[in-house]
């Protein structure tokens, strides 16, 4: 399983309009459910499931990171998104240090197995300085789509 495998480019939001955690989250499912992947009536409570999941212990890992996730039925195939916010966002990370990175994992209730497989290929990239570097500094949604080609690849 490759990051692009799962990856939907064309809803990654190069710079996140909402700033705080909440509007982050509701506005990369929203960007989900522009491109089809989620029905638009059900992106609401996706989010709110989103939202719930991060209530019940911080996906912000530190480093100014931040994967929430959740698995949910409206949900009928794994897929991620990437956010980016150049003002940082409050996620009360781990080391309370703002996210600027925010990678957006939804995946149908039905496939855990998936789940945990993207999971772990999300968090193997972002334990590296320089993925975490070159995704805060990518300020468009081709430089990101580029940037994850190349991890791939390597």
């Known amino acids: 399983m490759k990051l692009i495998d ?22 990369l499912v929203n960007a989900l459910a522009g491109q089809g ?3 638009a009536d059900r992106a609401d409570g996706v989010a709110q499931a989103v939202i719930y999941r991060e209530n019940q212990g911080s996906t912000g890992f530190g480093k100014g990171v931040a994967v929430p996730h959740v698995k949910h039925e409206a949900v009928k195939t ?6 980016r916010s150049s003002h940082g966002v409050d996620f009360a990370a781990l080391d309370r240090a ?5 990678v957006l994992l939804l995946s149908p ?8 497989a993207a999971m772990e290929k999300i ?10 570097r070159f995704l805060r500094q990518s300020d468009t949604r081709e430089k990101i789509a580029d940037l994850i080609i190349e991890v791939d690849e390597a």
């Open 78 to 83: 794994t897929v991620s998104t990437i956010g």
């Open 6 to 27: 799962f990856v939907n480019v064309d809803a990654i939001i190069p710079e996140l309009a909402a700033e705080d955690r909440n509007g982050v989250i509701r506005e």
């Open 109 to 116: 209730k039905d496939d855990p197995d998936a789940h945990l």
């Open 98 to 102: 703002p996210v600027y990175t925010i």
């Open 37 to 39: 992947v989620i029905d």
């Open 123 to 132: 968090f193997r990239h972002l334990r590296e300085d320089n993925f975490r």
